[in-house]
């Protein structure tokens, strides 16, 4: 079986949305085979409260 490139372009569209929910909204709005993964950076904190909390931990 030899690979389509032309087969993206005639399926319909699969998406992962990460982060923004309002995307994914949007996209199962509009019909789209649509999956959220909610995900959030790391918040940075200072580093000398980094290693306070570390030692803590």
Not at 35 to 47: N, S
């Amino acid at each position: 079986m030899k690979n389509d490139p032309l087969k993206l372009l005639k399926d319909k569209p699969k998406i992962i949305n990460i982060g923004l929910e309002h995307f994914y909204h949007e996209l199962k709005r509009q019909g789209v085979d649509v999956v959220h993964v909610v995900w959030k950076p790391k918040p940075r904190l200072e580093r000398d409260l980094e290693d306070i909390l570390e030692k803590i931990l």
